[in-house]
């Protein structure tokens, strides 16, 4: 069983930067992918960044620019860089494991841009 712990959420201003983390516990094998979805308020979830098993990062193209993936293997660590924010850059932010085929979720972080 793995276990995901996100932190770093909160409210900024536009244009400022937050830094996300996830922490991952448990039996940690296997791993196919590890990376961060979004929910934006009233909106379906989705992919914001992710890192394949090969280590080949991919990100939405909302996001690319301005956000960086990156992971920590020793660590058992992923963060999330995300600069030059936007308004609609405001959800709650997931952090997940794709273990085998199985899916893992932390509990989200909000994260809040005003305008």
């Known amino acids: 069983q793995v276990q995901l712990v996100e932190s770093g959420g909160g409210l900024v201003q536009a244009g400022g930067s937050l830094r996300l983390s996830c922490a991952a516990s448990?039996?940690?094998?296997?791993?196919?992918?590890i990376g961060w979805y979004r929910q934006p308020p009233g909106k379906q979830r989705e992919l914001v960044a992710a890192?394949?098993?090969?280590?080949?990062?991919n990100y939405a193209d909302s996001v690319k620019g301005r956000f960086t993936i990156s992971a920590d293997s020793a660590k058992n660590t992923v963060g999330l860089q995300m600069n030059s924010l936007k308004p609609e850059d405001t959800a709650v932010y997931y952090c997940?494991?794709?273990?085998?085929?199985?899916?893992?979720w932390g509990q989200g972080t909000q994260v809040t841009v005003s305008s």
């Open positions: 448990g039996i940690i094998r296997s791993i196919n992918a």
């Open positions: 997940y494991i794709i273990q085998y085929t199985t899916y893992y």
């Open positions: 890192i394949g098993s090969g280590g080949r990062t």
